[in-house]
Nanobody, 115 residues
């Protein structure tokens, strides 16, 4: 099993930046994919970005150019740098970890962007 702990959410003004972190622990396989999603109220989670253990990143069109995903394999941690935040970026953000063992989710961290 894999445990994920997110941090870095909070309240920020429009145009500001936040950096989310997600630390994985437990049964970590060397080959894995970590990513970020966010969830509108009452809807399914939307994909934002993912990064392989080899460092290949993929982004949703909606966040390209504003969000950057990165990871530190030594710390089993993935980051999401979010710049030029907008009020419509206000959601709960979730970290995910996928490997041959399955897919695991963090508990979520709230990001609120004020206008």
């Amino acid at each position: 099993q894999v445990q994920l702990v997110e941090s870095g959410g909070g309240l920020v003004q429009a145009g500001g930046s936040l950096r989310l972190s997600c630390a994985a622990s437990g049964n970590i396989r060397s080959i894995n994919n970590m990513g970020w999603y966010r969830q509108p109220p009452g809807k399914q989670r939307d994909f934002l970005a993912s990064i392989t253990s080899g460092g290949i990143a993929t982004y949703a069109d909606s966040v390209k150019g504003r969000f950057t995903i990165s990871r530190d394999n030594a710390k089993n941690t993935v980051y999401l740098q979010m710049n030029n935040l907008k009020p419509e970026d206000t959601f709960v953000y979730y970290c995910t970890h996928a490997s041959a063992l399955g897919t695991y989710w963090g508990q979520g961290t709230q990001v609120t962007v004020s206008s």
